[in-house]
Protein backbone atom coordinates (compact mmCIF):
# COMPACT_ATOMS: atom_id res chain seq x y z
CA UNK A 1 0.00 0.00 0.00
CA UNK A 2 1.58 3.36 -1.56
CA UNK A 3 -0.53 5.53 -0.43
CA UNK A 4 -2.31 8.10 -2.93
CA UNK A 5 0.18 9.53 -5.57
CA UNK A 6 -0.62 12.85 -7.33
CA UNK A 7 1.61 14.09 -10.74
CA UNK A 8 2.93 16.61 -11.52
CA UNK A 9 3.70 17.78 -7.54
CA UNK A 10 3.76 21.37 -9.42
CA UNK A 11 2.82 23.00 -12.50
CA UNK A 12 3.11 26.36 -13.46
CA UNK A 13 1.29 27.45 -16.83
CA UNK A 14 0.08 30.56 -18.48
CA UNK A 15 -3.09 31.73 -18.85
CA UNK A 16 -5.59 30.39 -21.66
CA UNK A 17 -3.31 27.02 -21.49
CA UNK A 18 -5.19 23.59 -20.71
CA UNK A 19 -3.48 21.13 -17.80
CA UNK A 20 -3.99 17.88 -16.65
CA UNK A 21 -3.87 16.62 -13.73
CA UNK A 22 -4.06 12.84 -12.31
CA UNK A 23 -4.16 11.26 -9.23
CA UNK A 24 -3.21 7.47 -8.36
CA UNK A 25 -5.44 6.23 -5.20
CA UNK A 26 -4.59 3.50 -2.86
CA UNK A 27 -5.01 0.06 -4.60
CA UNK A 28 -8.92 -1.39 -3.96
CA UNK A 29 -10.13 1.90 -2.72
CA UNK A 30 -13.64 1.93 -5.03
CA UNK A 31 -14.25 6.24 -4.05
CA UNK A 32 -11.92 9.04 -5.23
CA UNK A 33 -12.50 12.97 -4.68
CA UNK A 34 -11.12 16.00 -6.13
CA UNK A 35 -10.50 18.73 -3.62
CA UNK A 36 -9.25 22.49 -4.43
CA UNK A 37 -7.42 23.98 -1.39
CA UNK A 38 -6.66 28.19 -1.84
CA UNK A 39 -3.76 29.85 0.66
CA UNK A 40 -4.92 30.08 4.23
CA UNK A 41 -8.65 28.36 3.28
CA UNK A 42 -9.98 24.61 3.78
CA UNK A 43 -9.71 22.06 1.33
CA UNK A 44 -13.25 22.25 -0.65
CA UNK A 45 -14.81 19.79 -2.37
CA UNK A 46 -14.95 19.55 -6.37
CA UNK A 47 -15.98 16.16 -7.18
CA UNK A 48 -16.31 12.60 -6.74
CA UNK A 49 -16.28 8.98 -7.97
CA UNK A 50 -17.23 5.35 -7.22
CA UNK A 51 -15.59 3.31 -9.30
CA UNK A 52 -15.77 4.61 -12.41
CA UNK A 53 -18.90 6.75 -12.31
CA UNK A 54 -18.67 10.45 -11.21
CA UNK A 55 -21.59 10.78 -9.22
CA UNK A 56 -21.12 14.39 -7.51
CA UNK A 57 -19.62 17.53 -8.85
CA UNK A 58 -19.97 20.98 -6.64
CA UNK A 59 -20.85 24.12 -8.49
CA UNK A 60 -17.18 25.05 -8.06
CA UNK A 61 -16.77 23.20 -10.79
CA UNK A 62 -16.70 25.33 -13.73
CA UNK A 63 -17.48 23.94 -17.60
CA UNK A 64 -14.00 24.41 -18.09
CA UNK A 65 -13.10 21.56 -15.30
CA UNK A 66 -13.67 18.12 -16.44
CA UNK A 67 -12.47 15.08 -14.32
CA UNK A 68 -12.36 11.24 -15.36
CA UNK A 69 -12.00 7.91 -13.63
CA UNK A 70 -12.17 5.22 -16.97
CA UNK A 71 -11.37 2.53 -15.29
CA UNK A 72 -12.32 2.84 -12.02
CA UNK A 73 -8.42 3.15 -11.00
CA UNK A 74 -6.86 6.03 -11.76
CA UNK A 75 -8.11 9.30 -12.73
CA UNK A 76 -7.26 13.07 -14.50
CA UNK A 77 -8.52 16.13 -13.01
CA UNK A 78 -8.29 18.68 -16.36
CA UNK A 79 -8.19 22.57 -16.22
CA UNK A 80 -8.89 24.12 -20.17
CA UNK A 81 -8.33 27.68 -20.38
CA UNK A 82 -6.89 28.53 -17.21
CA UNK A 83 -7.08 31.81 -15.66
CA UNK A 84 -5.29 33.25 -12.27
CA UNK A 85 -7.96 32.42 -10.24
CA UNK A 86 -7.20 28.68 -10.67
CA UNK A 87 -4.56 28.96 -9.22
CA UNK A 88 -4.08 26.70 -6.12
CA UNK A 89 -3.62 23.55 -5.09
CA UNK A 90 -5.31 20.44 -6.19
CA UNK A 91 -5.77 17.28 -3.91
CA UNK A 92 -6.99 14.04 -4.33
CA UNK A 93 -8.48 11.71 -1.77
CA UNK A 94 -9.32 7.99 -1.94
CA UNK A 95 -11.77 5.75 0.10
CA UNK A 96 -13.24 2.25 0.88
CA UNK A 97 -16.79 2.40 1.83
CA UNK A 98 -19.00 -0.60 2.13
CA UNK A 99 -22.96 -1.62 1.62
CA UNK A 100 -25.36 1.04 0.64
CA UNK A 101 -25.86 2.08 3.73
CA UNK A 102 -22.59 2.01 5.49
CA UNK A 103 -21.42 5.59 6.74
CA UNK A 104 -17.80 4.48 7.17
CA UNK A 105 -15.71 6.47 5.01
CA UNK A 106 -12.02 7.27 5.81
CA UNK A 107 -10.65 9.45 3.52
CA UNK A 108 -6.55 9.84 2.89
CA UNK A 109 -4.98 12.47 0.80
CA UNK A 110 -2.42 12.70 -1.57
CA UNK A 111 0.02 15.09 -1.83
CA UNK A 112 -1.75 17.09 -3.82
CA UNK A 113 -0.68 19.04 -7.12
CA UNK A 114 0.06 22.79 -7.18
CA UNK A 115 -0.92 24.81 -10.00
CA UNK A 116 0.33 28.24 -10.81
CA UNK A 117 -1.21 30.01 -13.50
CA UNK A 118 0.43 33.14 -14.62
CA UNK B 1 -24.79 22.29 3.95
CA UNK B 2 -23.21 21.94 7.14
CA UNK B 3 -20.84 24.32 8.72
CA UNK B 4 -18.07 23.75 10.66
CA UNK B 5 -15.99 26.08 12.74
CA UNK B 6 -12.99 25.66 14.37
CA UNK B 7 -10.99 27.58 17.14
CA UNK B 8 -8.80 29.13 18.14
CA UNK B 9 -7.62 30.12 14.62
CA UNK B 10 -4.06 30.30 15.48
CA UNK B 11 -2.55 28.79 18.82
CA UNK B 12 1.28 29.66 19.62
CA UNK B 13 2.65 27.11 21.88
CA UNK B 14 5.94 26.73 23.80
CA UNK B 15 7.66 22.67 23.51
CA UNK B 16 6.40 20.39 25.62
CA UNK B 17 2.79 22.60 26.62
CA UNK B 18 -0.33 20.79 26.05
CA UNK B 19 -3.43 22.24 24.06
CA UNK B 20 -6.93 21.54 22.69
CA UNK B 21 -8.26 22.05 19.41
CA UNK B 22 -11.99 22.61 19.25
CA UNK B 23 -14.03 21.66 15.95
CA UNK B 24 -18.13 22.71 16.14
CA UNK B 25 -20.30 21.07 13.36
CA UNK B 26 -23.86 22.72 12.82
CA UNK B 27 -25.30 19.52 11.88
CA UNK B 28 -25.61 15.44 13.25
CA UNK B 29 -22.76 13.56 11.59
CA UNK B 30 -21.95 10.56 11.27
CA UNK B 31 -18.25 10.33 10.43
CA UNK B 32 -15.27 12.85 11.51
CA UNK B 33 -12.01 13.10 10.80
CA UNK B 34 -9.32 15.45 12.16
CA UNK B 35 -5.66 15.97 9.39
CA UNK B 36 -2.74 17.74 10.58
CA UNK B 37 -1.65 19.44 7.59
CA UNK B 38 1.99 19.90 6.99
CA UNK B 39 4.51 23.09 5.42
CA UNK B 40 4.77 21.10 2.56
CA UNK B 41 0.83 20.71 2.34
CA UNK B 42 0.39 16.95 2.83
CA UNK B 43 -2.99 15.86 4.56
CA UNK B 44 -1.57 13.46 7.30
CA UNK B 45 -5.02 11.63 8.95
CA UNK B 46 -4.90 11.70 12.70
CA UNK B 47 -8.43 10.34 13.83
CA UNK B 48 -11.46 9.08 11.87
CA UNK B 49 -13.90 9.63 15.19
CA UNK B 50 -17.50 9.90 14.75
CA UNK B 51 -18.15 9.63 18.34
CA UNK B 52 -16.09 8.23 21.12
CA UNK B 53 -12.92 8.50 22.70
CA UNK B 54 -9.48 7.71 20.67
CA UNK B 55 -5.79 7.95 21.59
CA UNK B 56 -2.46 7.67 19.71
CA UNK B 57 0.83 8.06 21.86
CA UNK B 58 0.53 11.89 22.99
CA UNK B 59 -2.27 12.75 20.59
CA UNK B 60 -6.30 12.07 21.40
CA UNK B 61 -9.55 13.43 20.32
CA UNK B 62 -13.04 13.20 21.09
CA UNK B 63 -16.49 13.72 19.40
CA UNK B 64 -19.67 14.47 21.34
CA UNK B 65 -22.19 13.88 18.17
CA UNK B 66 -25.36 14.61 20.27
CA UNK B 67 -23.04 17.94 21.25
CA UNK B 68 -22.07 18.51 17.64
CA UNK B 69 -18.47 19.10 18.92
CA UNK B 70 -15.13 17.27 18.95
CA UNK B 71 -11.53 18.18 20.31
CA UNK B 72 -8.32 17.24 19.87
CA UNK B 73 -5.70 17.28 23.19
CA UNK B 74 -2.07 17.69 22.24
CA UNK B 75 0.42 16.93 25.06
CA UNK B 76 3.59 17.44 25.45
CA UNK B 77 3.78 19.70 22.20
CA UNK B 78 6.88 19.21 19.92
CA UNK B 79 7.95 21.36 16.98
CA UNK B 80 6.87 19.05 14.11
CA UNK B 81 3.55 19.17 15.51
CA UNK B 82 3.46 22.94 14.19
CA UNK B 83 1.11 23.10 10.62
CA UNK B 84 -2.62 23.34 10.44
CA UNK B 85 -4.97 21.03 12.21
CA UNK B 86 -8.33 20.83 10.10
CA UNK B 87 -11.09 18.71 11.11
CA UNK B 88 -13.73 17.56 8.42
CA UNK B 89 -17.14 16.48 8.45
CA UNK B 90 -20.19 14.79 6.08
CA UNK B 91 -21.82 17.38 4.33
CA UNK B 92 -22.94 18.81 0.55
CA UNK B 93 -25.87 17.75 -1.85
CA UNK B 94 -25.63 14.23 -1.39
CA UNK B 95 -24.54 13.40 2.46
CA UNK B 96 -22.37 11.83 3.99
CA UNK B 97 -20.14 11.88 0.51
CA UNK B 98 -17.91 14.48 0.31
CA UNK B 99 -16.07 16.60 3.69
CA UNK B 100 -16.55 20.23 4.42
CA UNK B 101 -13.38 21.14 6.02
CA UNK B 102 -13.05 23.72 8.57
CA UNK B 103 -11.30 26.44 8.36
CA UNK B 104 -8.29 25.12 10.43
CA UNK B 105 -6.17 25.74 13.51
CA UNK B 106 -2.67 26.95 12.78
CA UNK B 107 -0.36 25.70 15.51
CA UNK B 108 3.18 27.37 16.51
CA UNK B 109 5.11 24.95 18.56
CA UNK B 110 8.70 27.18 19.63
CA UNK B 111 11.68 25.60 20.62
Known amino acids: DTGVSQNPRHKITKRGQNVTFRCDPI?????LYWYRQTLGQGPEFLTYFQNEAQLEKSRLLSDRFSAERPKGSFSTLEIQRTEQGDSAMYLC????????????????FGPGTRLTVL | GIQVEQSPPDLILQEGANSTLRCNFS?????LQWFHQNPWGQLINLFYIPSGTKQNGRLSATTVATERYSLLYISSSQTTDSGVYFC?????????????FGPGTRLSVLP
Open chain 2, 27 to 31: DSVNN
Open chain 1, 27 to 31: SEHNR
Open chain 1, 93 to 108: ASSLVGGRYSSYNEQF
Open chain 2, 88 to 100: AAPGGDNYGQNFV
